[in-house]
């Protein structure tokens, strides 16, 4: 038996030398990596943020402050990155962690009362650069950043005091040099939205609460507000975007909740009439509008585009009777003007159409859609008195080129020459047959028609190179010299 005793021995030490190994690694891994492990991470991290790649670095920071979470430089380096980002509210609690770790490292102090200065807490900030001072009497940064918490402190009183008294205006002039210094306080951005809409001017409340909705970690009520004053302005989608927002924080809120079904469903009303009308499904986009008022009749850019949306989709159809009824509640409406012109001119009552945009520009004379709109009209109407190449065919400003070329058979072989026996019937004939051929040219020519189009007679003389008097046959042709020329027209 005493020969075995050797070789239990060596297998107990085997054992506990196992053992202490895997103890080893135990502890190890809970203790985090080892040190030359922690440099490698503060290494790259220094290296990766000064080439800007700040994401990379922040992960060895976070292995590094993982690894050795006494050191109180990795939490202030940890924290420098944070603040590259954009990330004060994470940098603090590392700026917190660095100074529990060493009371007296005046930089992460000094950080510290920064970020909370910025944050309007002039309270916090002041001992931070209070405790600085006690340690650097001299320390030049720490006594400017001291007198502007005072500053701060006293312009954040002046505020709130102009606000009590209802002083609108003031409250905003004084809020500007105190987000000048604390441009991450969102108190000071949610009081002067609301001062802003009591001015009425909701377009710079919300510049101020979009950046407030990032400076809270719950900030539902901003997001509703934005929702609402979106809502208001008529940007439905920005609206609903708005309002989702607040609903991701909290499902169950219930003001959001019944905003959000209210924007939900007229937004998807809107965004359908509109479908409708690219579909030129007028009629339907029309009581699709009406359903717009109905669902939202206190908003008055909800009633007011649905009443220019419904006369555009009226004119369409040629119901210009309704759109003057539509015209005559809306007066000043140049959108509605502007589209009953156009339908005048489609029906080529220039005018009216010419009317239509001068009544419009009373109310804009800005607006280059409207005077390019009367140009056009203007041009038209100087060219209808004296051809009107569509006149002449019979055939709509919209028709297609198989209609153009099926008019112009039908009236070339009405108007032909030889169907005439006297010469003054003949006369006539010919006059009507080279306006009929004329007409058939230029609206056939894609480029010749866009010419009509914007008002200008592209076979006047007056309008081409050279100038040259008396009526010209198309491409220089006129069948009516040099022989005796007779034409089948086939019927297709």
């Not at 001119?345 to 004379?365: G, H, T």
């Not at 028709?399 to 006539?428: G, M, T, V």
Request: with cysteine.
């Amino acid at each position: 038996y005493l020969s075995i005793y050797p070789v239990i021995i060596l297998y107990y030490f085997d054992f506990l030398l196992c053992n202490v190994q895997v103890t080893c690694l135990f502890i190890s891994g809970v203790l985090g990596a080892t040190p030359v492990e922690i440099e490698h991470h503060l290494e790259m991290g220094r290296k990766l943020l000064a080439a800007g790649q700040l994401a990379e670095a922040l992960s060895h920071y976070h292995s590094a402050v993982e690894g050795d979470s006494k050191n109180y430089l990795t939490y202030y380096k940890r924290a420098a990155v944070f603040l590259a980002m954009g990330k004060s509210k994470s940098a603090l609690p590392d700026l917190s962690q660095a100074i529990q770790l060493k009371p007296d490292f005046l930089a992460a102090r000094l950080q510290r009362g920064n970020i909370l200065l910025k944050q309007g807490n002039t309270e916090e900030a002041r001992e931070d650069f209070l405790a600085v001072l006690n340690r650097s009497p001299d320390h030049e940064e720490a006594h400017d950043q001291l007198h502007k918490a005072d500053d701060l402190e006293l312009l954040q009183e002046e505020a709130h005091e102009a606000h009590h008294r209802g002083d609108y205006f003031t409250t905003v002039q004084v809020l500007e040099k105190v987000i000048e210094l604390s441009p991450w306080d969102p108190e000071s951005r949610e009081l002067r939205a609301e001062c802003y809409i009591r001015l009425g001017d909701p377009r710079k409340a919300i510049m101020d609460l979009t950046p407030a909705t990032r400076l809270r970690a719950d900030n539902r009520a901003a997001f509703l507000k934005l929702s609402q004053l979106h809502y208001s302005l008529g940007d439905h989608h920005d609206s609903l975007s708005q309002v989702r927002e607040c609903l991701k924080l909290d499902q169950d809120d219930k003001e959001c909740f019944v905003h959000y079904k209210q924007v939900k469903k007229l937004s998807k009303q809107l965004d359908s009439a509109e479908e409708l009308i690219l579909e030129q499904r007028y009629q339907e986009a029309t009581e699709k509008y009406e359903s717009v008022m109905r669902t939202e009749p206190n908003v008055a850019f909800y009633t007011n585009k649905a009443k220019e949306r419904i006369c555009f989709c009226l004119v369409k159809v040629c119901s210009f009777t309704k759109c003057s009824l539509v015209i005559l509640q809306e007066p000043q409406n140049i959108h509605i003007l502007r589209d009953r012109a156009e339908a005048y001119i489609l029906q080529q009552e220039y005018e009216k159409a010419v009317e239509d945009y001068q009544e419009a520009r009373e109310f804009d004379q800005e607006n280059q859609e409207l005077r390019e709109g009367l140009e056009r009209a203007q041009k038209l109407l100087k060219q209808s008195r004296k051809r009107d190449y569509y006149k002449i065919l019979g055939v709509s400003r919209s028709a297609n080129k198989q209609e153009i070329i099926k008019a112009y058979r039908k009236l070339a072989q009405q108007w032909h020459p030889d169907n005439f026996q006297s010469e003054a019937d003949k006369k006539e004939a010919e006059k009507k047959f080279i306006d009929i051929a004329s007409a058939k040219e230029v609206l056939t020519n894609p480029e010749m028609r866009q010419k009509v189009d914007s008002g200008e007679d592209p076979l006047d003389p007056e309008n081409q190179q050279g100038g040259g008097g008396g009526r010209e046959w198309p491409f220089g042709f006129n069948p009516f010299e040099g022989g005796n020329f007779h034409f089948k027209f086939h019927q297709h």
